[in-house]
């Protein structure tokens, strides 16, 4: 049985063996697993709607323990709270405790966008901006989950 990480997103820091061009240095991944197999696979992100990725083919077996061993795993996409007030560039702030939704870039680099509360609207929800702030990955390792659930339209 290979040693390979558990399914969830990761950043590549190094490139793939024979497959260079697919997994650079530097870019966000998705390790999956088939369903009902143990084989494990290896994805780029394909479309990105609300912030989050989407992920589609073509996939790539993923086999090497060797390379899986440089992946940088990342929290799970969704939403959090701010462990602490983040002052922004030109004025403004977040303040500490406020939702946020956590994206990435192609990168892998983290994107957070505040929840807001539209006045003027009628619905009772919270929207996030398409344009975020990129963050380091100390502040990854800070978010606070928010357990925000999805409804399903036909729910």
């Known amino acids: 049985m290979l040693d390979l990480p558990?399914?969830?997103?990761y950043r590549t820091t190094t490139a793939m063996p024979g497959h260079?061009?697919?997994?650079?240095?530097?870019?966000?991944?998705y390790?999956?697993?088939?369903?009902?197999?143990?084989?494990k696979f290896?994805?780029?992100?394909g479309q990105n709607r609300n912030n989050r990725w989407y992920w589609g083919e073509p996939t790539t077996p993923l086999r090497s323990p060797t390379w899986?061993?440089?992946l940088k795993a990342l929290p799970s996409e969704g939403y959090y709270t701010l462990p602490?007030?983040?002052?922004?560039?030109g004025g403004g702030r977040w303040l500490k405790n406020a939702i946020v939704q956590l994206?990435?870039?192609?990168?892998g680099q983290g994107i957070i966008f505040v929840a807001e509360s539209r006045a003027a609207s009628e619905d009772n929800a919270l929207f996030f901006s398409e344009k975020g702030m990129l963050v380091k990955d100390e502040m990854l390792t800070k978010l606070?989950?928010?357990?925000?659930?999805?409804?399903r339209e036909d729910a």
């Open 68 to 70: 899986a061993r440089t």
């Open 103 to 107: 994206g990435y870039n192609e990168k």
């Open 144 to 151: 606070n989950w928010a357990p925000i659930l999805p409804i």
């Open 84 to 89: 602490e007030t983040l002052e922004l560039e």
């Open 6 to 9: 558990d399914p969830g997103l």
């Open 42 to 45: 290896v994805v780029r992100p």
């Open 20 to 29: 260079e061009d697919a997994f650079p240095a530097g870019a966000l991944v």
């Open 31 to 39: 390790v999956g697993q088939a369903k009902n197999s143990s084989n």
